[in-house]
């Protein structure tokens, strides 16, 4: 009984171990998910107030929509909006990283001719 049982045993531990190993990935998983969906809710609501059309919203939606991509502020801003809705949540930008990134490139703001007007421009090419 003693070695039959220790195996039952151990392998029960196992199995409970793996069953409790996969839920709390797939739990860590809901979590990102949840917190990078309110990422993309931030980005299309950040869309909207800059006045980007419905058309382009829905082409953003639905992962149709391709702009370049330079380094000056109004390229990378867009860059960053774009990571933010991304169709995958896991390629979405985590809050935190967003939020530096944002701010990293609000600082340069001073440095170029930024607007509204041409934010929005971008997003109709």
């Keep these: ?3 039959s049982s220790t195996g039952w045993l151990l392998q029960s531990l196992r199995l409970i171990f793996q069953e409790r190993s996969i ?3 797939r739990s860590i998983y809901q979590i990102l998910c949840s917190i990078k969906s309110d990422v993309y809710a931030l980005g299309m609501v950040f869309l909207e107030a800059v006045g980007v059309s419905m058309i382009t919203l829905m082409r953003i939606k639905s992962g149709k929509i391709n702009i370049n991509h330079d380094n000056s502020v ?3 801003l867009t860059h960053l909006v774009l990571q933010a809705v991304n169709q995958g949540p896991l390629k979405r930008l985590a809050p ?3 939020h530096e990134k944002f ?3 609000l600082g340069r703001v001073s440095d170029s ?3 509204r007007m041409i934010l929005c421009r971008k997003w109709k090419k």
């Design 1 to 3: 009984m003693g070695r």
């Design 74 to 76: 109004l390229g990378e």
């Design 23 to 25: 839920h709390r990935e």
């Design 113 to 115: 001719n930024f607007t």
């Design 103 to 105: 701010m990293a490139q």
């Design 96 to 98: 935190k990283e967003l």
